[in-house]
């Protein structure tokens, strides 16, 4: 009976994910809205869950599941009243729910997962969401760091007769490599057939023995779901832009919401892709898509939820975290939808590369004055790229095709990928020094741990950049 919940949950959630894209089924096809559907629906679980603990203050998890599935269900009510729930919309929908099903039946069976004492500090804060005053139970710390989205996906553990969610990260790793794998032939189906297999073949073959992101895929902490997320939301964009079909913005806007309530510094991250998307062509519906969902959940979040909760040394002030991430992120949102006014155009279409070297003045001042922590994290991180954080030599790799990559790619609006690449790897950086501690060595370091939330995205650029397109791009390189 547990294992049948289980099953529930996991297959309740992609369906919801499901209802909700088919409402942009003109602009992507069955076989990505069958792999986006379960991270779609648990970023609209995700929005729901924390709407009810700023708004009732704890989180009911029968009732933000309700929730979840009565949004999925409207959507496909009004398909099928519109008479576009066809046959070959259910069968997608089935084939969605059974890849969801069968990763969850595989996930609960085999005892796969992974925990280190930060799952820990995740499965003790999901266990505070379900009480009275639930945020002001959490530890202060945890809070901040830990947010709440992970936990708010572990409060079904009591449901399912276990301490956390087995299948949450298979989830999330499967549907991330089957995206993966649909973006990449879709990209590539204009070159020979054996020519896009083997491309293809090659980018899987290569995250596949990526030891950390498949440890990740059943590790209880955010890296499979920032990796997931932050792939969706820049290839959707892209082709939301690039293919001008806005509907690609809604999965888009909704995973890059998602991503604030996952990690500390995940709205710095959205930030940077939405000063992006300001500098491109992007039109009013593509803009409003990407930033209203960020929007809302970084009002509620850190605009009532953390304001009001988050003391001692995140105290709200013009130098506490809380704050800078609030004025990073409402400050790209409002240069994004200023981008849609034909007389701003002209003033923001640089406004990514003005980013970009911010952010780099920002890594050498701050470098500047506290040296030793940027030198130890350049130590360390080299170290852990090549050796001690077991990524063995995955980023070596990675990381010699991208530069050349970046500088002789022509993908058609490129800079929808190449800004966000370079602004993650600045910022990656930065994040020691705002901090004032250096990453370390070990597999366990937050900042090796990290490298996960960007490869995907990396590779999939690697692949895009090796195919040569037929026509010249507006917007290539950076």
Known sequence: MLVITEIAIGGGLTLAGFGMLVSVRRHIPGAARMWLATPIGISVYLIIALTLIVFTGTLSPEIAIALTGAAGLIGLTVASVGGSLDHTEIRWAGLALAVAVATVVVARVAHLTRLTPDSLRYLLASTDLVLPDALS??????????????????????????????????????????????????????LKARKSNWLVLSAVLFLGTSNRLVYDSFYVNAHIQMAVYLLIAVSCVWLAVSREQSGWALPAGLALA??????????????????????????????????????????????IALWQNARGGDAISLTAPVFG??????????????????????????????????????????????????????????????????????????????????????????????????????????????????????????????LAHFLALVVAFLVLAAIEPDKSPSEAGV
Do not use: C
Request: no cysteine; net charge positive; aromatic share 10%.
């Open 137 to 190: 139970e959490m530890n202060e710390s945890d809070l901040v760091i830990r947010q709440i989205g992970l936990p708010a996906l572990h409060v079904f553990s009591d449901l399912v007769g276990r301490q956390y969610l087995a299948s949450i990260a298979p989830l999330f790793g499967v549907s991330g490599l089957g995206y993966f794998v649909w973006l990449t032939r879709d990209a590539t189906q204009g």
């Open 258 to 303: 998602a991503t604030i309530l996952l990690r500390p510094e995940a709205a710095l991250v959205a930030a940077i892709l939405l000063v992006a998307i300001a500098a491109s062509r992007a039109g009013w519906a593509v803009r409003a898509l990407m930033t209203v969902p960020s929007i809302l959940v970084m009002s509620l979040w850190y605009g």
């Open 325 to 450: 991430s609030m004025v990073a992120l409402f400050g790209s949102a409002a240069i994004v939808l200023a981008g849609g006014f034909t007389r701003a155009k002209a003033v923001v279409r640089y406004s990514d590369r003005l980013m970009l070297a911010g952010l780099a003045v920002l890594v050498v001042y701050f470098g500047w004055r506290t040296p030793d922590v940027l030198v130890d994290s350049v130590v360390s991180t080299f170290r852990n790229i090549t050796y001690n954080g077991l990524w063995l030599s995955t980023w070596v790799a990675a990381l010699g095709l991208l530069l050349v990559a970046l500088l002789i790619h022509r993908i058609p609006d490129g800079r929808l990928w190449s800004v966000p690449i370079i602004g993650f790897a600045i910022l990656f950086w930065l994040l020691p020094l705002l901090r004032d501690g250096a990453y370390r060595v070990g597999e366990g370091d937050s900042g090796n741990r990290m």
